[in-house]
């Protein structure tokens, strides 16, 4: 089992950059898929990016490629989110979220463990 903090949202203006952090403690980190999901208000929770436990697979949602890039530090037990560009559609709560699965799949249903969100407002 494995538990997940995010941390780094906040208030940050259209065109601006946030990078958002996911700590992750228990066993086994580095064999985790991780990956990051988002909620705006009203809407339902919808994938953003993962990446395989070796960084050497990623999955990016279309809509925020080329702008959001996901990391991970295997040696930190911590995943990134870096986020450039920022519109204010991308206002949302962020969830980050591990799976055993060995692949980025982008369906939220098979992660089992999540964190607890931060929140990312992008507005003037």
């Known amino acids: 089992q494995v538990q997940l903090v995010e941390s780094g949202g906040g208030l940050v203006q259209p065109g601006g950059s946030l990078r958002l952090s996911c700590a992750a403690s228990g066993r086994a980190f580095g064999t985790y898929t991780m990956g990051w999901f988002r909620q705006a208000p009203g809407k339902e929770r919808w994938f953003v990016a993962a990446?395989?436990?070796?960084?050497?697979?990623?999955n990016v949602e279309d809509s925020v490629k080329g702008r959001f890039t996901i990391s991970r530090d295997n040696a930190k037990n911590t995943v990134y989110l870096q986020m450039n560009g920022l519109k204010p559609e991308d206002t949302a709560v962020y969830y980050c979220?591990?799976?055993?699965?060995?692949?980025?799949?982008?369906?939220?249903?098979?992660?089992?463990?999540w964190g607890q969100g931060t929140q990312v407002t992008v507005s003037t």
């Open positions: 990446i395989n436990w070796s960084s050497t697979v990623t």
């Open positions: 979220a591990a799976t055993q699965r060995g692949t980025v799949v982008s369906a939220g249903n098979v992660y089992p463990y």
